[in-house]
């Protein structure tokens, strides 16, 4: 028995939790009308959302998306494996999105100040966090990049946050659902990257090669 179950005491973190779905019952019985028509509908999702796990950056705060329009994979660092990869969930959930839920425009989102991009820059301890180590791996690309441009200093990490996501794009289009998608025209790929001071959001334009903040492409 852990000590924390000892004391016979509910957990604060645990409480908070559970005082939270209790708000959120209440508010289900003021829109219950809205959930069961979910409930009832198959889900036909806007957007699948390619995001980093971090607490402080959530997808439908940020696109004040409703229940039921966004698709989203979760994970350390917003990664895309690439096809072929050991790692077969983000892949699973792509090709779900995509031939099964006719979702047409994928988004990866990365962040400022992102912890997994900055883990890959101290050693990882191989035995504790052996499956973190490997995962943070999936950064590599975007570390080497910026190696070897000499980028140092202050910008690094953002920058390298930046590159990542461009590779993010590239491992997107090694799956064959979503390369066939785009070569059809059918299919969307997006890279953005959320400021979380700002709370700005930039995008990058693959056919320019540069960066924009998301209001000026919205605004043509």
């Not at 509908?41 to 329009?69: F, H, N």
């Not at 000499?150 to 799956?175: V, W």
Request: with cysteine; proline share 5%; net charge negative.
């Amino acid at each position: 028995m852990t000590e924390k179950a000892a004391t016979g005491a509910v957990d604060p973190d645990i409480k908070d939790a559970m005082e939270g779905y209790e708000r959120f019952r209440q508010q289900f019985e003021r829109d219950k009308a809205f959930y069961q028509r979910l409930a009832a509908k198959k889900q036909k999702p806007k957007l699948l959302w390619i995001g980093c796990c971090d607490s402080r950056v959530i997808p439908s705060q940020i696109t004040q998306a409703d229940p039921g329009e966004l698709f989203e994979i979760r994970n350390i660092a917003n990664c895309v494996p690439p096809a072929g990869a050991d790692d077969d969930s983000v892949g699973a959930a792509i090709e779900y999105a995509l031939r099964h839920l006719g979702v047409d425009d994928i988004v990866v989102c990365g962040h400022t100040g992102c912890g997994g991009i900055q883990a890959l820059l101290e050693p990882i301890p191989p035995g504790e966090e052996a499956h973190l180590g490997r995962w943070v791996a999936l950064t590599r690309p975007a570390h080497d990049l910026m190696t070897a441009a000499r980028i140092d200093g202050e910008g690094r990490l953002n920058a390298t946050i930046a590159a990542h996501i461009q590779f993010q794009l590239d491992n997107l289009m090694t799956y064959d659902i979503v390369r066939k998608g785009v070569a059809e025209g059918k299919v969307g790929i997006h890279g953005w990257l959320y400021d979380m001071e700002t709370g700005d959001v930039i995008v990058y334009d693959r056919d320019k090669g540069a960066w924009r903040n998301l209001i000026e492409t919205t605004a043509g």
